[in-house]
């Protein structure tokens, strides 16, 4: 598809055009479940910027340490300008920049990286799975990776329901945080115990809102009467 999309505007605007720039944010790229295999955008579309960051494989989201990659087959002047202007975006942010430990470990980080046991993650994703279909939430597309469930909210507002389930000691993150309005996002970086635990708050927060929802639509079928 990417292809494509590439070719045609290739056609119509001539092979002298600026082309389409993809970047691909493959931070999760060694998290996958369900024996799901990744394979970049870049091995079948050139002109793209490939994303890494070792903050997910080391369990350190804090963590200001990764690269970004452009494949070798592309033209000199593309990389030339790659090489000139990530540096100076990173000196103008300086949030950018990895702290002394990290820079110091740069030479072993793919062997420091934590080997995640991500059949052990399948299983934790799969009782959260079961806990929260069962009690009635809905999920639309079950994780295929990462470390993280996205559950519809059963309140419009998604602060609020998050709100609701931190009085049971639940913390999850609203999706309008991350410009997804109407979700929630479970982390899966508890373990077993804590995930069977958080039942009973997921049930009763559940039942806390299906319940203000009900009043709030008596209410105003009494209004209108």
């Given at each position: 598809m990417l292809?494509?999309?590439?070719?045609?505007?290739?056609?119509?605007?001539?092979?002298?055009?600026?082309?389409?720039?993809?970047?691909?944010?493959?931070?999760?790229?060694?998290?996958?479940?369900?024996?799901?295999?990744?394979?970049s955008p870049a091995t079948v579309y050139p002109y793209t910027f490939i994303c890494y960051t070792y903050a997910k494989t080391l369990l350190n989201p804090g963590i200001r340490l990764g690269y970004v990659a452009l494949l070798n087959k592309l033209p000199l002047e593309y990389r030339s300008l790659f090489r000139i202007y990530l540096p100076q975006t990173m000196g103008m942010n300086g949030f950018m920049i990895p702290d002394c430990v990290s820079q110091y470990m740069i030479q072993d980080i793919e062997t420091l990286s934590i080997s995640i046991d991500m059949q052990h993650m399948q299983k934790k994703v799969n009782m959260m799975l079961d806990t929260l279909?069962?009690?009635?939430?809905?999920?639309?597309?079950?994780?295929?990776?990462?470390?993280?469930?996205l559950v519809v909210s059963p309140l419009e507002d998604d602060r609020v329901?998050?709100?609701?389930?931190?009085?049971?000691?639940?913390?999850?993150?609203?999706?309008?945080?991350?410009?997804?309005?109407?979700?929630?996002?479970?982390?899966?970086?508890?373990?077993?115990?804590?995930?069977?635990?958080?039942?009973?708050?997921?049930k009763q927060a559940y039942q806390e809102a299906i319940t203000s929802l009900s009043n709030d639509r008596n209410n105003k079928n009494d209004g209108d009467l």
């Open positions: 292809l494509d999309i590439y070719d045609k505007r290739q056609e119509k605007y001539g092979h002298d055009a600026q082309p389409i720039w993809l970047i691909s944010d493959e931070a999760y790229n060694r998290i996958l479940l369900n024996n799901n295999e990744f394979i279909l069962s009690i009635g939430y809905k999920i639309p597309v079950k994780p295929q990776g990462t470390f993280y469930v329901f998050c709100h609701l389930l931190s009085k049971y000691n639940i913390l999850c993150l609203p999706g309008s945080v991350c410009s997804i309005p109407g979700y929630f996002r479970v982390c899966l970086t508890a373990n077993e115990d804590m995930i069977e635990k958080s039942r009973y708050g997921f």
